[in-house]
């Protein structure tokens, strides 16, 4: 069965600090992955996407993410977050017959 | 110039009632897709339509009927509400089926409340 896993529901940083937040999926083929945000209130913004090629891939707001095989693993990072990058991040896997499926979240909230 | 947009942003509804939420996108995409959040945030697919064609039909109760009457709109009508039913709803679309149909661009969601 195909699955997301995003193994911390909650995490805090301090503003400036570095942010890893962590999927890892369960696919038979090739996926194609995802990073999306939902802020307070708001539907979701797909912040960047990996289908082939370089394993990491930059986003928009200033997020990277890196493709490992080996580990099924997609993690989303950012060098040094701000306070407007607290929100609700969800990584998905797409699958083959064209629908996404989503990992459970994770909430950042960012200490000043 | 909204490119995925739902009404009404908010529904509150008694038991029983019947409901509809409209989505609308005005990205010439074809493939346009039902979400529900519920409230540990968990986003599970409900329909997916291509070209007004139903495509992904999950394991979602008969009331939940969804209707597309063109390309740019794809409804959601619910018959009989439960508590249950409480969510946000989102509606989705994605530029076509097949690989570049992965990137989907999301509605504002509507938030159902059934007391």
């Known amino acids: 069965a195909q699955s997301v896993t995003q193994p911390d529901i909650h995490i805090t940083v301090s503003e400036g600090a570095s942010l890893e937040l962590r999927c890892n999926y369960s696919y038979g083929a090739t996926p194609y992955l995802f990073w999306y945000v939902q802020s307070p209130g708001q539907g979701l913004q797909l912040l960047l996407k990996?289908?082939?090629?370089?394993?990491l891939v930059q986003g928009i707001k200033g997020f990277e993410a890196e493709f490992k095989r080996s580990q099924s693993s997609f993690n989303l990072r950012k060098p040094s977050v701000h306070w407007s990058d607290a929100a609700e991040y969800f990584c998905a896997v797409g699958r083959g017959n064209n629908d996404m499926r989503f990992g459970a979240g994770t909430r950042l909230t960012v200490k000043p | 110039d909204t490119a995925v947009s739902q009404t009404p942003k908010y529904l509150v509804t008694q038991m029983g009632n019947d409901k509809s939420i409209k989505c609308e996108q005005n990205?010439?995409?074809?493939?346009m897709y039902w979400y529900k959040q519920d409230s540990k945030k968990f986003l599970k697919i409900m329909f997916s339509?291509?070209?007004?064609?139903l495509i992904i039909n999950e394991t979602v109760p008969n009331r939940f009927s969804p209707k597309s009457p063109d390309k740019a709109h794809l409804n959601l009508h619910i018959n009989s509400l439960e508590l249950g039913d409480s969510a946000v709803y989102f509606c989705?679309?994605?530029?076509?089926w097949g690989q570049g149909a992965y990137e989907q661009y999301f509605g504002p969601g509507t938030r159902l409340t059934v007391t």
């Open positions: 339509y291509n070209n007004k064609e």
């Open positions: 990205l010439g995409h074809d493939t």
């Open positions: 990996y289908f082939s090629g370089d394993t």
């Open positions: 989705a679309s994605s530029p076509q």
